[in-house]
């Protein structure tokens, strides 16, 4: 019989059901997440929101930019919902992976409803980009590689979670320091304390799977790792200034006069501080475990 290719190629087989907590720390997660539930409607003070401190320029950039984050967080509405596939049909994947990956993409789906929201307040939601993106912008690739069996779960956590949504995290308190606006820094402080649960589920994860590493495992999660720093991190997907074309001229803009208004982004200064730096403590918890990430030449920043 040909080898199953991709999840959907899986045979269903959920029992035994344990339910029981095989991950602790993880189940951890899980329950703080209920206790810290915020509700977009009534948990952020869109009453106190005032547009009138505010230029015609700043609020339309701004407008853009919240739009553009709604884009980014429906990634999680559409394409965690693979990973959480790949989890519950991958014979002996731990219940607690499993329920907190459906917990997180609530929390995506509610980090976009929020920022639909605030962009509703800034002048209203903008449902497509100016241009069409490129694909470094817009398109993470993590549907294709869950359902794709020749790529370990672990490299995806790896590249995904462990280096994708810390950097995200790491952006997000940059943006937390730098946000004046009263209604702005509440959305930016909801979304940003779910974002430090989802890194905190990857690399506990990862913790629990180093001592089953081989070095084909290590292999395979360095090169989704370098794929996903050089053809997403550093081409834009979080900082999209890397990524300057016509294209994302608007957008590049929009996100430097939102920054400049103090209404919840950071300027490109503050998130090449940001993207630099977590690169690099990401690259030394990995050489903990044994992954390797090289140092990366990037055309502007330089060795990464
Ligand atoms: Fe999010
Ligand atoms: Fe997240």
């Not at 979670?161 to 946000?179: D, P, S, V």
Request: charged share 25%; hydrophobic share 40%.
């Amino acid at each position: 019989m040909a080898q199953p290719a991709t999840i959907l190629d899986l045979k269903e087989q959920r029992f035994p059901l344990d339910l029981k907590p095989q991950m602790e720390d993880i189940r951890q997660l899980w329950d703080a997440a209920h206790k810290t539930h915020w509700d977009p409607n009534t948990d952020i003070p869109w009453h106190l929101f005032d547009a009138s401190k505010y230029s015609r320029e700043q609020l339309e950039a701004s407008r853009l930019y919240w739009s553009r984050r709604a884009w980014t967080e429906y990634t999680g509405t559409a394409e965690f919902c693979a990973l959480q596939m790949r989890l519950c049909m991958e014979k002996g994947r731990e219940i607690d992976a499993r329920i907190q990956m459906s917990m997180e993409q609530l929390e995506e789906s509610r980090h976009c409803i929020a920022s639909y929201m605030f962009a509703e307040q800034l002048g209203g939601y903008i449902n497509e980009p100016p241009t069409p993106l490129p694909k470094s912008i817009n398109h993470r690739g993590i549907r294709e590689k869950a359902f794709d069996l020749s790529i370990s779960f672990e490299a995806i956590a790896i590249a995904h979670i462990c280096i994708g949504e810390t950097i995200a995290a790491h952006i997000f308190e940059a943006r937390y320091r730098h946000t004046t606006d009263p209604v702005a820094k509440e959305l930016v402080l909801r979304i940003m304390k779910d974002e430090q649960r989802h890194i905190a589920f990857g690399w506990r994860y990862m913790a629990h799977k180093v001592k089953n590493f081989t070095p084909e495992l290590i292999k395979d999660m360095e090169r989704v790792a370098i794929d996903v720093v050089e053809n997403s991190e550093l081409k834009g997907f979080h900082c999209i200034w890397l990524h300057p074309s016509a294209e994302t001229k608007e957008l590049i803009e929009s996100n430097n006069l939102c920054a400049e208004a103090g209404l919840g982004a950071c300027t490109p200064e503050q998130e090449t501080e940001t993207l630099v730096k977590s690169i690099g403590d990401i690259r030394v918890r990995l050489a903990e475990w044994g992954i390797n990430l090289p140092i990366f030449n990037h055309d502007v920043l330089g060795k990464v």
